[in-house]
């Protein structure tokens, strides 16, 4: 049901009136209860038709809410992909060398909690990582925490190697994406788009390509990107041998599999602009920038076509002129294209 057919209040509480008065035998009396009995009918109705809205929407994976999208996801075999911890190195300041035991927890300015995973060495030096999951707890180098259970002797420690790599907790509409993505695209024993599936299911990675038979036949390279970990999404050695291992895991034995880091490409444009002023240059440069990430594919091409939409689309932009690039970019294999630097004319 579609809610251009769903009845308003009034309609419904108008077609009960016309039903009943039509019904009745006899003229309905000055002070009969009549009328209260047919505003709480509608009213139930009308409770009635929004439940079957609600019902209407958890049937279709685009509509359905939380608790119905992570069902329709585990019907598939797929789960929401929980957030991972942080972690780093701090060096405890003592006033002299203590036993400070596993699980010490330790607590930021902002109120954020860290826990030791390691016992400190002579030096003071211990790993930790967050005690919640998620990209907002992180501690940059020289940051001071303090123990939430004072040690005997020990005042503070610092933070040596940052505290980072914590990834938040995949949203409904990135589970969303990934649950239409797969029945869009059902698994046929390691075709393109499946390596692109398995490639996403890993915490972190948002965007993912594959390119088979790049490197000769029976090879797979996949590239992605981890937009909320690094910088331009490049991804770090580290997670590109997770990816890998993880693919590995999944793909056929036939396969040759290589995972990359794709390569950034900076992108440096000149224009004019009117209205010439920082918020119409700040917006179009955030165009830009989101126009590289949605269309910039390893080895693509981002067309100058695409480029003048997007800044026409600028809030508030009447004109512009592009005097660099002046024609598509084509980017060479492996390259991913990033906003470079922007010289206004």
Known sequence: MSNSLRPSLSEIMTRIQSDAQSRLSADELRRSDIQVMLRVLAGVSHSIYSHIDWVKDQLFTDTCTEEFLERKASLFGLSRIKATKSSGIVKF?????????????LQDASGYQYETTSAADASGYATVRSVIGGSAYTCAVDETLSLVNPIT?????????????????????ELRERVLFFTRNPP????ANDYVSWAKEVAGV???WC???ELGSGTVTVRFCTDELTEHGIPTPTKVQEVKEYIEAKCSVLCELYVEAPIAQPIDFELSITPDNTTVRSAAEEALSDLLKSEGVPGGTIYLSHINAALSAVSGETDHVITSPNADIVLSTGYLPVLGSVTWL
């Open 188 to 191: 046929r024993q390691g075709t």
């Open 93 to 105: 300041e003592w006033g002299a060398p203590v036993s400070i035991p596993l699980g010490t927890i």
């Open 153 to 173: 002797s020990v005042t503070s420690a610092i933070v040596t190697s940052a505290i980072d790599g914590g990834v938040d907790a995949e949203s409904d509409d």
């Open 211 to 213: 390119y088979p038979k």
């Open 206 to 208: 948002t965007r993912a």
